[in-house]
């Protein structure tokens, strides 16, 4: 890499230039990976919000400028159709107030609302199915 340079500063600057242009492809494929994510709700809301942040401070680190509207519109994008209502909602005050809306504000309403659903879910099949108690007699 540094063989064919004649002066100090081409020396210094063929390792900042090679390793550049692999950080810049650092830099796309985890932009696509981000792009491509989805919660599918295999695993607890959590998880994927951990991973998320995982890629995006991978990103960060490969040198990749992401600012936290991005962040918090690609999180959001990510939701599957279960949280519209909340995505919805987050996007209006977001519009009013975008000051107010952080990554962890969103982070924290999107748990919520996991633990609703989660709710909703459990109180509608146990009243969906109906299993009478039957009780032995002597």
Do not use: C, W
Not at 2 to 25: E, F, G
Not at 29 to 46: V, Y
């Amino acid at each position: 890499m540094v063989k064919a340079k004649t002066t100090a500063n081409q020396i210094m600057d063929a390792p900042r230039q090679t390793y550049l242009k692999s950080s810049v492809a650092s830099q796309v494929q985890l932009q696509r990976k981000i792009r491509n994510m989805q919660f599918k709700g295999k695993h607890s809301l959590n998880k994927y919000i951990l991973e998320f942040e995982k890629t995006v401070t991978e990103l960060k680190n490969a040198g990749g400028k992401v600012d936290d509207v991005e962040v918090i519109s690609q999180l959001l994008a990510s939701m599957p159709d279960q949280y519209q209502s909340v995505v919805a909602a987050l996007d209006i005050l977001f519009s009013q107030a975008n000051s107010t809306v952080t990554l962890d504000f969103v982070k924290s309403k999107l748990l919520s609302e996991e633990q609703r659903l989660k709710k909703t879910y459990k109180n509608e099949d146990s009243s969906a199915v109906f299993i009478p108690r039957i009780e032995s007699y002597k």
